[in-house]
């Protein structure tokens, strides 16, 4: 099926240091979601986007609905080491469906 | 509180051996989902319901069914398993209404082992 253009695909930082990682798509989107997923677990929700341009914390988390409705942007900021993960991005299309395209995510490993 | 609740977590079966998957909701969504994920790859839709309607994917094999009862739960149901067939399994709601609209919840999942 369909998937976004989600980067960079695994990322190794320092603690402490910011995180930035997107998701680019040639359809435009209705709304954005970004998840984590730990291993063994589900996705797990961290921030949803409905409006182009619309800038969004949670916490350390800041995540943007692009201009375009074609991209979206996920910053962590003074990372940790519960930070490890896989994030996700889905997005909502604008027409009719109740599906969602999944990015192929971003393997985030964080050093202590 | 859970809102997603699948049971079992971790599911062992044997090759060729039916097996079902559960999956229940708190959250009176209209819209349920079935995903299959393999080795930290994005989750594959494999069907969903919008209340009672069944929409499967074109590259779901047959060997993979659904049953909605009733709003709160959804089986999947996989008649022969495969040794490829040994994954994640999530299951995830959604509404169609209000301010959580387009949002996806999804279940811890349940892990399948194929022997």
């Known amino acids: 099926g369909q998937q976004l253009n989600q980067s960079p695909q695994s990322m190794f930082i320092q603690e402490g240091e910011d995180v930035s990682m997107n998701c680019t798509s040639s359809?435009?989107?209705?709304?954005w979601l970004w998840y984590k997923q730990d291993p063994g677990e589900g996705p797990v929700l961290l921030i949803a986007l409905y409006k182009a341009g619309e800038l969004t914390s949670n916490g350390r988390l800041t995540a943007q609905f692009g201009i375009t409705r074609k991209d979206s942007f996920l910053n962590i900021s003074a990372s940790i080491p519960s930070d490890v993960g896989i994030y996700f991005c889905?997005?909502?299309?604008?027409?009719?469906?109740?599906?969602?395209?999944f990015g192929t995510g971003t393997r985030l490993k964080v050093l202590a | 509180d859970a809102m997603v609740i699948q049971n079992p977590r971790y599911q062992v079966t044997q090759f060729g051996k039916p097996v079902t998957l559960s999956c229940s909701q708190t959250l009176n969504h209209n819209v349920m989902y079935w995903y299959q994920q393999k080795s930290s790859q994005a989750p594959k839709l494999l069907f969903h319901?919008?209340?009672?309607?069944?929409?499967n994917e074109a590259d779901t094999p047959d060997n993979f069914q659904s049953r909605r009862p009733n709003t709160s739960f959804c089986f999947l149901d996989i008649r022969s398993p495969g040794l490829g067939d040994a994954a994640m399994y999530l299951c995830a709601t959604s509404s169609k209404a209000g301010i959580a609209q387009n949002i996806q919840y999804f279940g811890a999942g349940t892990r399948l082992s194929v022997l």
């Open positions: 359809s435009i989107f209705n709304t």
């Open positions: 889905a997005g909502h299309p604008t027409s009719g469906t109740y599906k969602y395209i």
């Open positions: 319901y919008y209340d009672k309607d069944f929409n």
